[in-house]
């Protein structure tokens, strides 16, 4: 029950709030999203590891086709659900007060929400499609409404890109759900449960799911919508691709594509671990040479979901565990990076890193604070991205060790422009002058500190997170043998 | 008023009759739930043209009562077509509404466009009657009867042996009623007619008059042709592929948001067709849903066609540049009609598609939904074109658009039928299994 109130409660908000047209409509929305917080918490505090599925919900939606509204969590699910009301008020609040049109802005970010939670909650194929493809709209229109720059031709892009790989996966669905037997059904069980398709139509349907996943997450060749994007979009915008959206995409392959056609996975595996590791490594390259901040942080994101779609496709239990931890701090991390590069961006006016400079002596505190950002994107020890790339390279280090030292050559490019980034940005002389000399004020203060604070809790602790997605792994591995 | 009542009447008998199976002159025609749901279809849409209709006449200067004559015995027409057990009943029902059609697309006599449109909707529309006159003539000669239910018990008792001029005669309906309903090659006639009548005209055409004729067609299949013949199926579905790409990709194209509302009724059209090869107990469903979903959208699509009409002789997509601040209900009506045509969810439109796929799939022609899904993808680009122009940049003119309460009244029934349907899909499915 409570995730279906997770999802109807933004829902509504958001509705009412497009179409409302105040300033208190900000409190509104931080509100609900502060009690998405609190609900997502207890979910996860009432939530038994060991026990499966669960606060399933199981109505008859579409009776005639049997299709169900069929939601629920297990570990991973939860997580995720953990990770999208966490990031949410963070990025509701980082939003500047004199945004144009703020109903229809918080409102687009509130179904927003809704559809995200609804993607990592949906049990039947039907249901789990539909708010995939829901994501897509309040996403689309808050690029193209409040970015900047060439939206009309970025985000169409992007939106043209995406629905290619999600009608793709549709078909997909369909073809499976006339695979099953009769009455014919959508739901996860039952589609875990179709054993009649031989190695031949599961390779096809493997390319019509990957397709859609890879597109989303983005794993290399399938990236280019991607940097342009996160560029062009507003800084909430990319915050929420980059943080939560293509979680998705990592999301669905774990849970509708790995267990669903575990023979398909298996044929296909070394091409999908190679690609994601090429485009990681591809990435890495291309970020070094970035002197734009927002492109750097849009290939370094592309580089670290390379290495987890690689953990994901080697199919090892560590390799596992780091994709659900990393899912995590990934998204943490990526969207107090793409905040202080906002923040970085409105002082001075521009993201070009040989312009930019001095901080650390303007605003010493900020300094700080990035630096233990930079960390965690860096995998340094006692941060959380060091427990999830561990994990990972773990995983891929069982699978092949070629893969895992081109995988941990990423780490160490990673450190390099990371490291690149903060010196340059932090350190020597300024070229441009911020016109406000205070990086770090309160309202900065509110996002960066909680946010830092967890890149450290969960790098020091991070037993209780991984306790909560343990048997869930454990059961897919089981599932993805045949 | 009138009119109107008279049809509301007229709905409501459609819906008292539910559940009733009656035949009437000597078998002629019949009530079922499939011809009692098409009609009351029929009608709403007639009604909703009817209703917008006196604004726009009074401008173009027009009788607004002679018009609404020929729409009334279009519908007649309509009706016929999609409760007939007959042939010859199917033929006169067609010819009812084609003559009315004819009348209609040149019912603005003074514009040169609208007798072109009406000329060339009239010399092609007679020549593929006679098309569906022959092929019944064959089906006739092969079986020995008119009665579509005589005919089908003939031809699944044959199971498949059986004279070949019984496929050559369905094949001439096929031509026939695949030209009907503008499918590809057939379907040069509609962007031209389309366009060229009054944009009433064009409203009522490619909505009542396509969903009639879908109509027809598919409950001669159901009644008639079951199994369908392999190779007919696959022909069909290559008539379906064909006409959603050329819809499409002509759409792209079209600087005229009227031009490139009438191709995307030919793309659409593209969609609707792959029931025809799938024909079987579920198609009347998937046919209904869509119907419903796609009136429901070229009334809010078309509405606006007709507000811009009143205030500018342009009908350039460019028109409707920033629309949303000045009219931000319609823009929001037209955001979730243009979302819905492209099979976007959570709108109508995508449980249609989505229902249209599942069907073809099941019948065996997966080829056809990959293609039909590639050509969906196409059509992003112009559905999507007019949301951004709606809700980015600046108003060249600002046209101080009134909406009157006609237009209000069917463009929120439309909406709430697309949002409804889109996340109560249940409602109707089932509904005429």
């Known amino acids: ?482 | 008023m009138a009119l109107i009542a008279g049809l509301v009447l007229a709905f409501g008998i459609t819906l008292a009759d539910w559940g009733i199976r009656e035949s009437y002159f000597h078998n002629m025609i019949s009530s079922d739930s499939y011809s009692l749901s098409f009609s009351a279809l029929l009608i709403a849409c007639t009604g909703v043209s009817l209703l917008l209709s006196p604004m726009y006449y009074n401008r173009l200067n027009l009788p607004y009562m002679d018009i609404a004559a020929m729409k009334l015995f279009a519908l007649a027409g309509g009706i016929c077509i999609v409760s007939f057990v007959n042939l010859g009943l199917l033929f006169i029902g067609i010819e009812l509404l084609s003559i009315s059609s004819f009348v209609l697309a040149g019912s603005d006599k003074r514009n040169l466009l609208s007798n072109e449109a009406s000329l060339k909707y009239f010399i092609t529309g007679s020549v593929f009657s006679s098309f569906l006159l022959f092929g019944i003539a064959l089906v006739y000669a092969v079986t020995g009867s008119f009665d579509v239910t005589v005919i089908g018990a003939f031809y699944s008792q044959a199971g498949g042996n059986i004279n070949n001029l019984f496929y050559v005669g369905m094949l001439m309906i096929i031509i026939a009623l695949g030209f009907k309903v503008a499918a590809a090659p057939f379907h040069f006639w509609a962007p031209d007619v389309y366009d060229g009548s009054p944009a009433m005209v064009t409203l009522f055409l490619s909505t009542m008059g396509k969903i009639a004729a879908f109509g027809a067609f598919l409950r001669l299949f159901n009644q008639a042709f079951l199994p369908v013949p392999y190779h007919i199926g696959i022909l069909t579905c290559i008539m379906a592929v064909a006409t959603m790409f050329i819809g499409n990709l002509s759409a792209l194209w079209q600087d005229s948001y009227k031009r490139m509302l009438a191709y995307s009724a030919v793309a659409q059209t593209g969609y609707l067709l792959l029931v025809i090869p799938a024909s079987g107990s579920m198609s009347a469903d998937v046919l209904f849903y869509n119907g419903i979903t796609y009136i429901a959208a070229s009334v809010i699509a078309f509405s606006v066609l007709l507000l811009l009409n009143q205030y500018t002789e342009s009908e350039s997509r460019s028109q409707l540049i920033g629309l949303a601040k000045q009219n931000p209900f319609l823009a929001f009506a037209v955001t979730v009609a243009m979302l819905s045509l492209a099979g976007i969810p959570p709108t109508a439109g995508f449980f249609g598609k989505y229902y249209l796929f599942t069907l073809a799939a099941g019948a065996g022609y997966t080829p056809a939904v990959v293609f039909a899904v590639i050509s969906s993808l196409i059509s992003i680009f112009f559905y999507f074109d007019i949301i951004i122009k709606m809700y980015t940049g600046e108003a060249q003119e600002q046209l101080k658009m009134v909406i009157p309460p006609a237009y209000s009244f069917s463009i929120f029934v439309s909406l709430i039928v697309l949002i409804l349907l889109g996340v109560f899909p249940g409602i109707l499915t089932g509904l005429l299994q």
């Open chain 1, 1 to 482: 029950m409570i995730v279906t109130i997770l999802i109807v409660l933004p829902l509504l908000f958001g509705l009412a709030a497009i179409f409302s047209n105040g300033r208190s409509v900000r409190n509104a929305a931080l509100a609900v999203s502060l009690a998405e917080f609190c609900l997502a918490l207890y979910a996860a505090y009432s939530f038994v590891p060991q026990a499966g599925m669960q606060q399933v919900l199981n109505l008859p939606w579409i009776p005639a086709l049997g299709i169900h509204y069929h939601v629920g969590v297990d570990g991973i699910g939860l997580l995720l659900i953990l990770l999208t009301a966490l990031l949410m008020p963070f990025i509701l609040y980082s939003t500047p007060d004199d945004i144009p049109k703020p109903g229809a802005y918080y409102g687009l970010m509130l179904v927003m929400q809704a559809a995200l939670i609804g993607v990592f909650s949906a049990l039947d194929g039907f249901l789990f499609y539909v708010f995939w493809e829901m994501a897509l709209i309040p996403i689309w229109f808050l690029c193209l409404l409040w970015g900047r720059g060439n939206t009309v031709a970025v985000t169409l892009k992007f939106f043209i890109y995406t629905l290619f790989g999600s009608l793709l996966m549709l078909v997909a669905l369909i073809y499976l759900y006339l695979q099953t037997p009769q009455p014919h059904s959508f739901s996860l069980e039952v589609l875990y449960a179709v054993s009649n398709l031989d190695a031949n139509v599961q390779g096809w349907l493997f390319w019509a799911f990957f397709l859609a996943f890879a597109i989303k997450i983005p794993i290399f060749p399938f990236h280019s919508w991607q940097p342009d994007t996160y560029v062009t979009a507003p800084t909430q915008g990319t915050m929420l691709l980059s943080g939560i959206m293509l979680k998705m995409g990592i999301y669905g392959a774990m849970r509708w594509l790995i267990p669903v056609l575990p023979m398909g996975v298996h044929n296909w595996m070394p091409v999908a671990v190679a690609l994601s590791v090429a485009g990681a490594v591809y990435a890495s390259v291309i970020a070094l040479q970035q002197n734009d901040l927002k492109r750097m942080l849009a290939y370094s994101s592309m580089a670290h979901v390379g290495i987890i779609g690689a953990g994901l496709f080697s199919l090892t239990a560590n390799g596992l565990t780091g994709v659900v931890f990393q899912m995590l701090a990934h998204g943490i991390n990526t969207v107090a990076l793409f905040y202080v590069a906002d923040i970085i961006e409105r002082r001075n006016n521009t993201r070009n890193l040989n312009l930019l400079g001095g901080i650390a002596l303007a605003d010493p505190r900020f300094s700080v604070l990035v630096f233990v950002c930079v960390l965690g994107a860096v995998a340094f020890p006692l941060t959380n991205g060091f427990i999830g790339e561990f994990y990972l390279l773990y995983g891929l280090f069982e699978y092949n060790l070629p893969m895992c030292i081109a995988g941990g050559l990423t780490v160490i490019l990673g450190a390099a422009y990371m490291l690149q980034f903060f010196q340059k940005t932090m350190f020597g002389n300024a070229i441009s002058t911020p016109h406000k000399p205070v990086y770090a004020g309160k309202s900065e203060l509110y996002v960066l500190v909680p946010l830092t604070a967890i890149i450290l809790l969960t790098g020091i602790y991070p037993k209780p997170l991984l306790n909560l997605a343990a048997p869930a792994i454990e059961q897919l591995l089981q599932l993805a043998q045949f």
